[in-house]
């Protein structure tokens, strides 16, 4: 490996770019909003550009981690959402009805053509259908609730605990 040269510049370092500035700000906020993978995503993204130095966050999100894991903390939920991949798993089942809800919602004079209705119901139970078969498969009220749900957390400026961060501009 070549020693970075005396002004600091280190040549396969591409971590001072505008696009991994504001796209490591939005993981740190999913992060900090309660998402464990966010930290898996941002290390891969900082070995993908080749950073010397990660992020402060990042390794203070490690230490505290390691910590947890000596001391032997175990977490206090119980049920589906016990375990990181049930509750990843629920919020991309949640994040997949809202998106496609948000289309159909957009889009609701085409659900005609499909047999539906125009309509915001309409628009529910043609997620409902389109979704049918996948692990984000529900009726037309568990979609509406799942819209809902999100929708309330991305107004309140809880959208990253979705993964949905709008970047600032």
């Given at each position: 490996?070549?020693?970075?040269?005396?002004?600091?510049?280190?040549?396969?370092?591409?971590?001072?770019?505008?696009?991994f500035?504001?796209?490591?700000?939005?993981?740190?906020?999913?992060?900090?909003?309660?998402?464990?993978?966010?930290l898996?995503?941002?290390?891969n993204?900082c070995?993908?550009?080749?950073?010397?130095?990660?992020?402060h966050?990042i390794?203070?999100?490690?230490?505290?981690?390691?910590?947890?894991?000596?001391?032997?903390?175990?977490?206090s939920?119980?049920?589906?959402?016990?375990?990181?991949?049930?509750?990843?798993?629920?919020?991309?089942?949640?994040?997949?009805?809202?998106?496609?809800?948000?289309?159909?919602l957009?889009?609701?004079?085409?659900?005609?053509?499909?047999?539906?209705?125009?309509?915001?119901d309409?628009?529910?139970?043609?997620?409902?259908?389109?979704?049918?078969?996948t692990?984000?498969?529900?009726?037309?009220d568990?979609?509406?609730?799942?819209?809902?749900?999100?929708?309330?957390a991305i107004?309140?400026?809880?959208?990253?605990?979705?993964?949905?961060?709008?970047p600032?501009?």
């Amino acid at each position: 490996m070549t020693a970075p040269l005396k002004s600091g510049f280190i040549p396969w370092d591409r971590s001072d770019t505008e696009h991994f500035k504001s796209t490591m700000a939005q993981l740190e906020t999913i992060w900090r909003a309660g998402s464990p993978l966010a930290l898996s995503d941002a290390i891969n993204f900082c070995r993908e550009h080749h950073c010397v130095v990660w992020p402060h966050w990042i390794t203070e999100a490690l230490a505290a981690d390691h910590q947890a894991q000596i001391a032997g903390q175990a977490r206090s939920k119980r049920g589906r959402q016990a375990s990181v991949g049930g509750h990843e798993r629920d919020r991309h089942k949640h994040v997949l009805r809202w998106h496609n809800a948000k289309i159909a919602l957009a889009c609701r004079e085409r659900l005609v053509a499909d047999g539906f209705p125009p309509t915001r119901d309409g628009a529910f139970q043609w997620v409902s259908q389109l979704l049918r078969g996948t692990v984000a498969s529900g009726e037309n009220d568990a979609v509406e609730r799942s819209y809902k749900k999100v929708e309330k957390a991305i107004r309140d400026g809880n959208g990253a605990r979705f993964g949905i961060v709008r970047p600032q501009v």
